[in-house]
């Protein structure tokens, strides 16, 4: 793993508008959250099971700006009022749509990880929400 991997801003840009682009592909784009362990990486095939599906805005992300082209933040994002399964969360994946192309993977948690929930401990009926979520790349 690289430690002083950086990109240009202008790289940056055009790297997080790819990634939103792709997110938009289809109805809206959804976060299905995950128990057990997290997959090696997005191309692995899926592990655990399905706790939550939240659906997103239809535009998924809003734009980078040339003062913050690294960091792209999600819009809207309605929780899932009906969890799926009781467990606890691990990891998250964006999809496309419901049943679509997986576009990213990363760990959950309540506190410094890639998606922050209002929990982890998922109850099946419990209500589901993100409270904050953003992909940055490193610039400089």
Same mark, same amino acid.
């Given at each position: 793993? *690289?430690? *002083?991997?950086?990109?240009?801003? +202008?790289?940056?840009?055009?790297?997080?508008?790819?990634?939103? %682009?792709?997110?938009?592909?289809? %109805?809206?784009?959804?976060?299905?959250?995950?128990?057990?362990?997290? &997959?090696?990486?997005? @191309?692995?095939?899926?592990?655990?099971?399905?706790?939550?599906?939240?659906?997103?805005?239809?535009?998924?992300?809003?734009? %980078?700006? *040339?003062?913050? &082209?690294?960091?792209?933040?999600?819009? +809207?994002?309605?929780? @899932?009022?009906?969890? @799926?399964?009781?467990? %606890?969360?691990?990891?998250?994946?964006?999809?496309?749509?419901?049943?679509?192309?997986?576009?990213?993977?990363?760990?959950?948690?309540?506190?410094?990880?890639?998606?922050?929930?209002?929990?982890?401990?998922?109850?099946?009926?419990?209500?589901?929400?993100?409270?904050?979520?953003?992909?940055?790349?490193?610039?400089?």
């Amino acid at each position: 793993m *690289a430690l *002083a991997f950086f990109v240009t801003n +202008a790289v940056a840009q055009s790297m997080q508008a790819a990634l939103a %682009t792709a997110t938009d592909v289809g %109805t809206a784009a959804v976060i299905n959250i995950y128990d057990g362990s997290m &997959p090696a990486t997005a @191309d692995a095939a899926i592990t655990g099971n399905v706790l939550a599906q939240l659906t997103c805005a239809t535009t998924m992300f809003t734009a %980078t700006t *040339a003062a913050n &082209p690294s960091v792209l933040t999600a819009g +809207a994002i309605s929780s @899932d009022t009906s969890a @799926d399964s009781t467990g %606890t969360a691990s990891h998250f994946r964006i999809l496309t749509q419901s049943g679509g192309t997986v576009i990213a993977q990363g760990s959950v948690g309540t506190a410094t990880c890639d998606l922050i929930l209002n929990t982890v401990a998922v109850t099946s009926g419990s209500t589901v929400a993100i409270t904050a979520a953003t992909i940055s790349l490193p610039t400089g």
